[in-house]
């Protein structure tokens, strides 16, 4: 038998309790107007005697909540749903929010003037936060966010003039410097002498840290305009970016690609051109996602636990909007976490 522990307590339970009409208690929770002072306080009592839970757009008059968090991609339609990084970070997302209970709102920019609806969405009052990334320098997007009033965090290292100046920037990055340098030593290590570079587009921090990591292990500050060429972390890109090297460099021995995705367009590049890999030119990428497995072959990658930071992003969120419990009572901070190489048979 059910009994009133098996089932939610109703508004109709609450106001035969309190001895009041089911508008009354609907007043009372809902914050309403033109309820006497102990009348409030009865059928606040029954609420906690019932332990009755209001519903959500009930509790968002109270406290003036949404319970929806905007998720803002600076990328085109197209990118975001041929990407895996993006689909690995929305799932660390979700699942974090889902854990509070707080709705995801994607909001995708394919055109400028998508800013101004996004923009006007923001401010709107309809979130109670942003989560932003894949910025490029001059994105509107962060001022978008500050005049909004909105708390924020930005997913990788924030780029834009005066953002490292400013102490109350959230944002979750992997270590890209690092871990580009761990890949180019690794190509160094095997004896490779020709390394050339496919980057990202450089004006997103994440892929001027790579080439500044494949930099750092060359021991040079500036990279040899010969071997470098801009992929823009798709798989044409990487492509044609590979061909270009290959008829700009037909000596080149190893290529270090940004991202897995430039690197599988890198491999196709390669076939075409009858080069073997890794025996005529060793390829590694970076990500660690689903297609580095699959490609043929496997490919040597930097991992970055993608989905760990979409989960990190959410909960930093959580924490500056005060569901998190920080628990130590220490203010959010920016997380950078480690990036690894993992050494298949690209190279």
């Not at 160094?188 to 994440?206: F, K, N």
């Not at 959580?318 to 690209?346: F, I, K």
Request: net charge negative.
């Amino acid at each position: 038998m059910h009994g009133a522990h098996g089932s939610r307590p109703t508004l109709e339970a609450v106001a035969a309790h309190a001895g009041v009409s089911r508008a009354t208690v609907s007043r009372v929770v809902n914050g309403g107007p033109g309820v006497r002072a102990e009348v409030r306080e009865k059928v606040q009592r029954s609420v906690e005697a019932l332990g009755y839970v209001p519903n959500s757009a009930a509790r968002s008059l109270v406290t003036r909540r949404t319970g929806a968090v905007a998720v803002v991609i600076a990328e085109p339609e197209t990118r975001v749903f041929s990407d895996p990084f993006f689909a690995q970070q929305l799932r660390g997302i979700s699942r974090e929010l889902s854990e509070h209970d707080i709705q995801l709102l994607l909001l995708l920019l394919e055109q400028r003037r998508d800013y101004d609806r996004i923009g006007r969405y923001l401010s709107g009052g309809h979130v109670d936060g942003a989560l932003m990334f894949s910025l490029h320098t001059e994105d509107p997007l962060p001022s978008m966010a500050a005049e909004s009033g909105l708390p924020t965090v930005f997913g990788g290292r924030p780029g834009w003039p005066g953002a490292d100046r400013d102490p109350g920037l959230l944002y979750v990055d992997t270590d890209n410097r690092g871990g580009a340098r761990q890949a180019v030593e690794h190509l160094l290590d095997r004896g490779c002498r020709e390394v050339a570079v496919i980057t990202g587009p450089l004006d997103q921090t994440s892929a001027l840290d790579r080439l500044h990591g494949y930099c750092d292990a060359l021991g040079r500050t500036e990279p040899d305009p010969a071997l470098v060429a801009r992929g823009d972390f798709t798989a044409d890109g990487g492509e044609r970016a590979m061909t270009e090297l290959l008829e700009r460099a037909p000596r080149l021995d190893a290529v270090f690609a940004g991202s897995d995705l430039m690197a599988s367009g890198a491999l196709r590049a390669l076939r075409a051109y009858g080069r073997r890999v890794p025996e005529d030119v060793a390829v590694v990428g970076y990500d660690d996602l689903e297609p580095a497995g699959w490609s043929d072959p496997p490919l040597t990658t930097v991992r970055q636990d993608v989905e760990g930071m979409g989960r990190m992003m959410a909960a930093l969120l959580m924490r500056r909007l005060g569901a998190g419990g920080a628990g130590d009572g220490t203010a959010p901070a920016p997380v950078v976490t480690p990036a690894q190489l993992v050494v298949r048979a690209s190279s």
